[in-house]
């Protein structure tokens, strides 16, 4: 089982539409939640950091917890065309606090 | 505030060689991790250097090494170059070895021929 999952293909969206990531981890144990964007050809950037249960909103971004089902989510509303670009879920693990990350979700936000 | 620097940005090496790419840290930030970036495999975490010390390693085999200097600075080496090792090799860092989320630089395209 991988660290971190990330299983949806490309998705694409409307301009305006809300986007949906999703997200599950193995280690039950792990604290830190983290989900990064990354434009093509750049880096990752952070976006959003989610440490418990539940939701966590910064402007148009929600990242949702659930560490009983172990799995984190990020809604993206009112989605743009500068929204197109993957998305990088991560989690620390226990103990040895690196972040592992998963392979990443392609959006597209059509005009 | 500077973020993370790394140099350079783009290497083009021949199989058998050695390459060096250095990366420094967001002032203030002591540790420093290092990851390959492929299109199949995804982000992997190579190390995380803190305080000069190497805390984690994955899964990559001892060809790859590196190290952490005392202002936090920190260089990765691959020796024996491998056409595989074609990647972007991040660097990231962060304030602590705790939670706190990492921030990555640039990265050094690595191309070997």
């Known amino acids: 089982q991988k660290e971190v999952e990330q299983n949806s293909g490309p998705l694409s969206v409307p301009e305006g539409a809300i986007a949906s990531l999703n997200c599950t981890y193995s280690?039950?144990?792990?604290?830190?939640f983290f989900w990064y964007r990354q434009y093509s050809g750049k880096s990752p950037e952070l976006i959003m950091s989610i440490y418990s249960n539940g939701d966590k909103e910064d402007g148009r971004f929600t990242a949702q917890l659930n560490k009983a089902s172990q799995y984190v989510s990020l809604l993206i509303r009112d989605s743009q065309p500068s929204d197109s670009a993957t998305y990088l879920c991560?989690?620390?693990?226990?103990?040895?606090?690196?972040?592992?990350f998963g392979k990443g979700n392609q959006v597209v936000v059509i005009p | 505030k500077a973020g993370v620097t790394q140099t350079p940005r783009y290497l083009i090496k021949t199989r058998g060689q050695q390459v060096t790419l250095s990366c420094s840290p967001i002032?203030?930030?002591?540790?420093v991790s290092w990851y390959q970036q492929t299109p199949g495999q995804g982000l992997q975490f190579l190390f995380e250097y803190f305080s000069e010390t190497q805390r984690n390693k994955g899964n990559f085999p001892g060809r790859f090494s590196g190290r952490q200097f005392s202002n936090s600075r920190s260089e990765m080496n691959v020796s024996t170059l491998e056409l595989g090792d074609s990647a972007l090799y991040l660097c990231?860092?962060?304030?602590?070895?705790?939670?706190?989320?990492?921030?990555f630089g640039n990265g050094t395209r690595l191309t070997v021929t």
């Open positions: 990231a860092s962060r304030f602590d070895r705790g939670q706190s989320p990492l921030h």
């Open positions: 002032s203030g930030h002591r540790s």
């Open positions: 280690d039950r144990g792990s604290q830190s």
């Open positions: 991560a989690v620390s693990g226990r103990g040895n606090n690196r972040l592992a």
